[in-house]
């Protein structure tokens, strides 16, 4: 049902977009539609199937090899003249003549040969198919983990969008009272209270509020944009955020040994691992068997004289210069790089995660602090009006209490826009395979 109401409303957002209009999206929704339609996640998806392509195709190591051919040929070549009539069984006494062996006249073989060749026992190719099969599931947790960055991606995007929505909400109100504020000021310059300098700092103040008001729209745009081309969908949309809240978080996460990626390269070190195995069993004796069925005939498309070849072979390489050891060489020492950076990205994730903590701590503790600022400065806002009223205060005072106060609301709303993108980037590193 949920993804029928995402599609539903990215196909209105594909009509609308020409207009400018909003359409409201949850966070849910983005996710979907991202992971859904995202060119990345496509790509990734793509590899999948690819390395799924690479480990059939091993299949060729079981599989009977079959071939069918036609062939033409023309010769006055004695030993060759002579072959094609044995081919095509019409070997007679005069054939015997000295000066017929000697100089035959122009002599015609039409062949239709298939040929069969099955694989019966290359332990190499074993392994081999192995590897490409341990190769599959690299693909197909890379695609996971893809999923999961796209993920953050998308959280990140929609927390940018659900700011730029509070900044502007904050600047309409600012702009509201800055204006009120300019009225009043107005009435009492007409009034001779007041100096032209006081009416011409409150006209500073409105200006300059609707600057950053405009700015905040245009961040409203840009952030829709980027979510856009992460959903996949077509720029020129505004997307409408819910109201931004702080997200739960996991205590005490911890980095999982299953993680996407961490099981990836695991996954590629077995992979090198019977490679290497592979190496190694191109040593061994290959058998092998093959058969050829023939119909010769001294016409074309004709099918006279028929025969069989069927055997078996076993090879056995015994030295091909240093190649194959010093392949072997190589695919260890890639073995080895890959244990070397498995374990590096884990201390890496690590450090990550215990500094993402230690931000998550900060932002907690940011939000708390500005929850009362906020309180404080609306309270602080709401004594230096009343006393401009009543003239009590100066023009100067009022705006600098109406700035404090939309300065420590857009300061709230960023302390949670970075405790949201800091709990997701959280979860993207303490995420496991089974999620």
Known sequence: MNRIVTTLILAIASVLSASGQEVSLSLDQALEAALRNNAEVKIAGLDEVSAEARYRQTGAMVLPQIKLSYTGMSTNNPLNAFGFKLQQQVITQNDFSPSLLNEPSAT????????????????????????????????????????????????????????????????????????????????????????????????????????????????????????????????????????????????????ADDRADFKA???????????????????????????????????????????????????????????????????????????????????????????TMRQLNDARFAMQQQNVAVSQSAEALRIVQNRYQQGLVTTNDVLQAQSLFSQQRLLLAQTIYQYNITAAYQSFLTSTNEK
């Open 265 to 355: 390269m695991q996954f590629a070190i077995k992979a090198q691992e019977k490679m290497i195995q592979s190496g190694t069993m191109s040593y061994l004796p290959r058998l092998n068997a093959f058969g050829e069925y023939m119909i010769n005939d001294s016409q074309a498309f004709g099918f006279g004289a028929d025969s069989y070849l069927v055997g078996a072979q076993l090879s056995w390489t015994l030295f091909n210069g240093t190649a194959t050891r010093n392949k072997i060489a190589a695919q260890r020492i890639e073995r080895d790089k890959t244990v070397a950076q498995l374990a590096l990205q884990k201390e890496q994730a690590q450090l990550e995660l215990n500094k």
């Open 108 to 255: 015609q073989n039409f062949t239709t040969k298939a040929e069969l060749h099955q694989p019966v026992l290359n332990l190499d190719m074993w392994r081999m198919r192995q590897a490409a099969h341990e190769e599959q599931s690299v693909y197909a947790l890379k695609t996971k983990r893809t999923k999961e960055y796209i993920v953050l991606q998308v959280q990140q995007a929609y927390a940018q969008l659900q700011l730029a929505y509070q900044a502007e909400a904050a600047l309409e109100e600012a702009s509201y009272t800055v204006n009120a504020i300019y009225t009043a000021t107005e009435n009492r310059f007409a009034k001779g209270y007041l100096q032209k300098s006081d009416l011409l700092q409150v006209e500073v103040q409105v200006k300059t509020t609707e600057s950053k008001l405009a700015e905040a729209r245009s961040n409203i745009q840009n952030a829709s944009d980027y979510l856009g081309l992460l959903m996949g969908t077509d720029g020129g949309i505004i997307y409408k955020a819910d109201t931004i809240t702080r997200v739960a978080t996991v205590p005490e996460p911890a980095i």
